[in-house]
């Protein structure tokens, strides 16, 4: 399948490492550059406003999905391409992977988590097979990686975990193995 949008999970706060903030943005441009969609979460702070912002500066159709109770938490970005506001968070999640071909994954918290989990099982469950991409900046994800790969050892997971997620230490990483 040809990818044509991809929805970006990231945090609404830029964490403690700069370069996570700046992946995003970089990885942002080279979305645009590539010209796919971007759908992510409709925030105008953090690593969403980075990706999001990058984006658009560089020419990116960027469409925000964000639930009424966030509008003000997240702070609503007013200079997208495209805003959907739902009534709340499992909507837009089920929004987020119903737009896009494949998601990538960057650096964040509960909620990014809480994304990406749900859509890996999903995809185990077979209810889509869109492929997944996680930015594993400044090793940000390896102990993650490494205790999906734990999963798999114990006999928790149903196939190998590169068959549903692949990781990348760059942003240009990332968009090679999207290009395949």
Wanted: proline share 3%.
């Amino acid at each position: 399948m040809q990818i044509q949008a991809v929805t970006v999970f990231c945090g609404s706060k830029q964490g403690a490492n700069p370069q996570y903030e700046k992946d995003a943005a970089h990885l942002g441009k080279l979305i645009a550059e590539a010209r796919l969609e971007l759908i992510y979460g409709g925030g105008n702070k953090g690593m969403m406003s980075a990706v999001a912002n990058a984006a658009l500066q560089n020419g990116g159709n960027v469409t925000g999905v964000i639930p009424q109770i966030l509008i003000e938490w997240e702070q609503q970005h007013t200079g997208l391409t495209e805003l959907i506001v739902t009534d709340n968070i499992h909507q837009r999640k089920k929004l987020m992977y119903e737009l896009c071909d494949a998601a990538i994954v960057l650096p964040g918290g509960y909620g990014t988590l809480d994304e990406l989990f749900e859509m890996l099982t999903w995809n185990q469950l077979n209810i889509h097979n869109k492929s997944i991409f996680m930015l594993n900046t400044a090793g940000y994800y390896r102990h993650l990686e490494a205790h999906i790969h734990k999963m798999e050892a114990e006999g928790f997971l149903y196939g190998h975990p590169e068959e549903r997620i692949i990781f990348s230490d760059t942003p240009e990483a990332l968009m090679n193995s999207i290009k395949g």
